[in-house]
């Protein structure tokens, strides 16, 4: 069974940093595309950040370029959400998800696999 666990959310002041990750068990990350979603309460869910599966590629929404890196490391099998100057707009749910190879949008659809979801709050 794929599962995927995300950690290191928290309550963060504005300008603040986190760094999110998104672990996977029961199989190899190396043929999956991850993505980084999230949700805040009210809002439909976003597309945020994606890596292809060999890390050569990223794209970022709009709202994050310049402020998020993600990253993958295969051999721990783990792909990370790095998180700087962080806003009270971006507090939500950040859910990592995959789907073979390329990240080819954000189509929630086309991502069979989801974590759970950890908790990004923004405030002073």
């Known amino acids: 069974q794929l599962q995927l666990v995300e950690s290191g959310g928290g309550l963060v002041q504005p300008g603040g940093s986190l760094r999110l990750s998104c672990a996977a068990s029961?199989?190899?990350?190396?043929?999956?595309?991850i993505a980084w979603f999230r949700q805040a309460p009210g809002k439909e869910r976003e597309g945020v950040s994606c890596i292809s599966y060999s890390g050569g590629i990223t794209n970022y929404a709009d709202s994050v370029k310049g402020r998020f890196t993600i990253s993958r490391d295969n051999a721990k099998n783990t792909v990370y959400l790095q998180m700087n100057s962080l806003k009270p707009e971006d507090g939500a749910i950040y859910y990592c998800?995959?789907?073979?190879?390329?990240?080819?949008?954000?189509?929630?659809?086309?991502?069979?696999?989801w974590g759970q979801g950890t908790q990004v709050t923004v405030s002073s």
């Open positions: 029961g199989f190899t990350l190396d043929y999956y595309a």
């Open positions: 998800a995959a789907k073979r190879y390329y990240c080819s949008g954000y189509e929630a659809l086309a991502f069979g696999s």
